[in-house]
Each structure stands twice: as structure tokens, then as C-alpha cells.
């Protein structure tokens, strides 16, 4: 029986070429690969200025360390997300003010973010889901108008466009995931990037603990002050080493998750259910996988149709299993957030398969996921 992982990184005797140099170096952090990691990252996304972090949701609370964002503060962000894109407000004592989504993109509803600013807010958090952007043009104009500051989480988003302009340097901040799923893997990492080079610099001093000097600005070994309060947030060279090798590879790795999932969703069509739809008029999406969305009445049995793929070997996820607010964490405690909305992200989260389409799989392995798919849709009893 074929197995078809959701996920899996593709690692190369490149990879492990360049973690060996690095482990025969004597400088495993604070060093000049992490550096090249970076400006290749800001190279292949055209512009801006980039730092590596020791993953994604240390980028996201960096960028709220780094803009001021503390107690007493709300940031509006998506009821449809990973947890670390609200625990990473709460990580600096801000509170999250979570809205719904659009249910045909499963991104953050513009009317929604609207109606939740208040005189507390000072930051939105918007989620390109599953790499498809966000309508950028009608949140900066609501985030400028209020003077707020805009965060991309953009872990799903590495690859995607927004009229011309790469996810993460449209708002003040964006943050990505190197996880062993996604589009490039450094085992664990991220990357906080903007336009704003001032504001990456004062990031860089934040992530490693703010150093008056760093290692190689200090004349005499050792002596350093302390003139900021930071943490250590920082990304080792010998994740930044499989890093500068994946980067390498990042146009053909998302050349074949295009061709993927056109070949998985073109032309289906079926009355209980449909995918979402990764193309728009203003962008490009970067293609993290392909959700499938149950109609109504078929919903509830959305966990026995995944467990039913998994027995012809095909491993599905969920993005994302729960709306945060129901959450039993932000649920049990519902004196750390707020909430305006959340109905559409229910649903998406618990009506929606998602397809791995990922550069691991060959057009085969697709052609098998497709046709399983309509042979345990074609199963169900309505």
C-alpha cells in the first residue's frame, strides 16, 4: 500500500555537507552562517532586511518586544490560526482580541477587524492562510488610519506574493516557519523580516539578549553591557546551515507544490465539498497544502473520512483543529482574550481536510490522493 506523508522535509547530502563544516568550525552560534542565511532570505524575497530566530513564534513575540507591545495592550489577530500566533501576544503580556475569517479563504474578515479596534489596540496580526495573502490594501489603510502596527504571520506564506511584494514586507513585521513541514526546513527556526531596517536592527539586539557589542564588535573577548532587556531568541549556525542549502532549492520545491496542487483540485467538483481556492486576483500564494471543506451536512463526519484515508495510506492534517477561542486553554480562561467572532473559523476547523502537496510527493502520488478521494467521498451516506 502506498504512504503518502502530509509532510516531509527533503534533505540532501547538502545539507548534511554544510551541518559537518559547520560542526568542524569552532563558532556554533553568533556566526557568519547564520548572517548568509539571512541576506540570501531577504535576496530571494527581494528586498527588505532579515534576522533568524530560533522559530516562528519567537519571531512573532520579537516583533511585539521590539514595538512596544505589553500589558494593558490588545492585538486583534485571527480566530483561525496555530496557538503560537496568540500565545506569542500573551508571551509579552498583551491580549488577544481574536475575529473570524472569510469562510471562502479562511483568511482574517477585514469587516471584523474594523468593528474590533479600540482605544487598547495597537497591532494587527494577520495569517496568510495556507500561504493565499491576506487583502493587504484593506488592512494597512484600516492600521494607518488608527496608527496601529500590522504583524504578518506568515509561516504558511513563505513563497506568496501580494501585488508584486512578498508577504511579511507589506506590514511593519513578518515573521516565518522553517518546522520540518514546511516549504524549507532548518529542524526548527524562523525569520522575522521588514522593510524597516531600523527596526531589524533593534531586533537583532533584542533576540541576543542586548548586548552593548556583539562577539565580533568586542576589542576586548568578554566585556559587554547590557543596555536593553532581551532574551536569547537566536538561530545556531547549524540550523542556518541546512537553511542556506534549502534556500537553494526553494523555486523548485514550490514550482512542484503548484503543479501539485492544480493537478489535485483542477477540474473537481463535487456536491459535498470543495477545496479552497489558492488563487487570487491580487496575489500569488506560496501553496502550503489544499484544505478540503465538507458541506454542512456531511461535516460531522469529517474525523471518520481522515481516518478512512488513512487506511489506503494517505495521512491528512487539519488547519486548524480548533478556533482558538474554543479553545480549552483560551475557553478556560476567558479573562486573557476577547472575542468578537469566530463562526466561520469553527466551521473551517471542524468541517476541513487538509492534502499535503508538498514537494515530496511525485504527480503520481497526487493522482492516487485524488482519485482516493473521490472513492471515500463517493462511501458516504448523507
Do not use: W
Request: net charge neutral; glycine share 8%; hydrophobic share 40%.
Amino acid at each position: 500500500m502506498r504512504k503518502i506523508d502530509f509532510g516531509r522535509p527533503l534533505i540532501s547530502e547538502a545539507e548534511k555537507g554544510a551541518v559537518l563544516r559547520v560542526l568542524d568550525s569552532p563558532q556554533l552560534v553568533h556566526g557568519p552562517v547564520a548572517s548568509q542565511f539571512e541576506m540570501d532570505f531577504s535576496n530571494f524575497m527581494g528586498g527588505g532586511f532579515s534576522t533568524s530566530t530560533s522559530s516562528a513564534t519567537t519571531a512573532l513575540q520579537l516583533a511585539y518586544m521590539v514595538l512596544g507591545i505589553g500589558n494593558g495592550d490588545e492585538v486583534i489577530v485571527t480566530s483561525l490560526t496555530h496557538i503560537a500566533t496568540a500565545n506569542s501576544i500573551r508571551a509579552v503580556g498583551a491580549t488577544p482580541v481574536f475575529v473570524d475569517v472569510d469562510l471562502e479563504t479562511g483568511n482574517i474578515s477585514s469587516e471584523q477587524v474594523k468593528l474590533a479596534i479600540s482605544d487598547k489596540t495597537k497591532a494587527i496580526c494577520v495569517v496568510h492562510y495556507l500561504g493565499l495573502p491576506v487583502d493587504m490594501t484593506a488592512i494597512m489603510k484600516m492600521a494607518r488610519s488608527s496608527n496601529l502596527y500590522v504583524i504578518e504571520d506568515c509561516a504558511l506564506a513563505l513563497g506568496s506574493y501580494y501585488k508584486g511584494t512578498h508577504v511579511g514586507l507589506i506590514g511593519d513585521f513578518g515573521a516565518f516557519s522553517f518546522y520540518p513541514a514546511k516549504h524549507i526546513t532548518t529542524g526548527e527556526g524562523g525569520m522575522l523580516v521588514s522593510k524597516s531596517e531600523s527596526l531589524i536592527e533593534s531586533a537583532v539586539k533584542t533576540k541576543a539578549f542586548y548586548y552593548s557589542k556583539s562577539v565580533g564588535e568586542r576589542k576586548v573577548p568578554g566585556l559587554y553591557d547590557i543596555v536593553g532587556f532581551g532574551l536569547n531568541l537566536r538561530m545556531s549556525e547549524i540550523a542556518a546551515a541546512i537553511g542556506v542549502e534549502q534556500l537553494k532549492k526553494l523555486s523548485d520545491f514550490l514550482r512542484v507544490r503548484r503543479e501539485n496542487i492544480s493537478r489535485l483540485t483542477s477540474d473537481f467538483h463535487s456536491n459535498l465539498g470543495r477545496f479552497i481556492g489558492y488563487e487570487c486576483n491580487f496575489g500569488v500564494s506560496g501553496v502550503y497544502c489544499s484544505s478540503f471543506v465538507l458541506q454542512p451536512e456531511i461535516a460531522h463526519q469529517r474525523d471518520q473520512l481522515i481516518l478512512h484515508l488513512k487506511t489506503l495510506g494517505i495521512n491528512c492534517s487539519i488547519y486548524y483543529p480548533v478556533a482558538l477561542p474554543k479553545s480549552f486553554y483560551y475557553k478556560s480562561n476567558p479573562d486573557i482574550s476577547r472575542t468578537l467572532g469566530s463562526s466561520n473559523a469553527e466551521y473551517l476547523a471542524n468541517a476541513s481536510i487538509a492534502f499535503g502537496v508538498g514537494p515530496h510527493l511525485s504527480h503520481s502520488d497526487i493522482t492516487y490522493v485524488r482519485d482516493s478521494l473521490v472513492q471515500v467521498l463517493s462511501s458516504i451516506k448523507v
